[in-house]
């Protein structure tokens, strides 16, 4: 069983910036690709940056691609999500998942373990 938990989550104004981190623990974490995911009142769950095991590889939805910046440290068991230039459309709960299937993977159902989300609100 692989446990994640997210934080860094808040309010902040337009423009500005958070990281969310998300800490996992139970399995060997180097062997699990990680996805950041978001889901805003009355959406489907949507894709937002994955990481590939050893950090090499890394993708983003269009919509923040240039602004967000994914990143992984496996001595700490913990993956990132930088988040600048944030507008209010990224107002959302964000969840850290994990997967071991290899590729370029945006489906919500193809990750097995999920944190418990971490709330972002962006003002006008």
């Known amino acids: 069983q692989v446990q994640l938990v997210e934080s860094g989550g808040g309010l902040v104004q337009a423009g500005g910036s958070l990281r969310l981190s998300c800490a996992v623990s139970?399995?060997?974490?180097?062997?699990?690709?990680m996805g950041w995911f978001r889901q805003a009142p009355g959406k489907e769950r949507e894709f937002v940056a994955r990481?590939?095991?050893?950090?090499?590889?890394?993708y983003y939805a269009d919509s923040v691609k240039e602004r967000f910046t994914i990143s992984r440290d496996n001595a700490e068991n913990t993956v990132y999500l930088q988040m600048d230039s944030l507008k209010p459309e990224d107002t959302a709960l964000y969840y850290c998942a994990a997967t071991p299937r290899v590729g370029v993977i945006t489906i919500p159902k193809t990750y097995d373990y999920w944190g418990q989300g971490t709330q972002v609100t962006v003002s006008s």
């Open positions: 139970g399995r060997t974490f180097s062997r699990y690709a």
């Open positions: 990481i590939s095991l050893n950090g090499a590889t890394t």
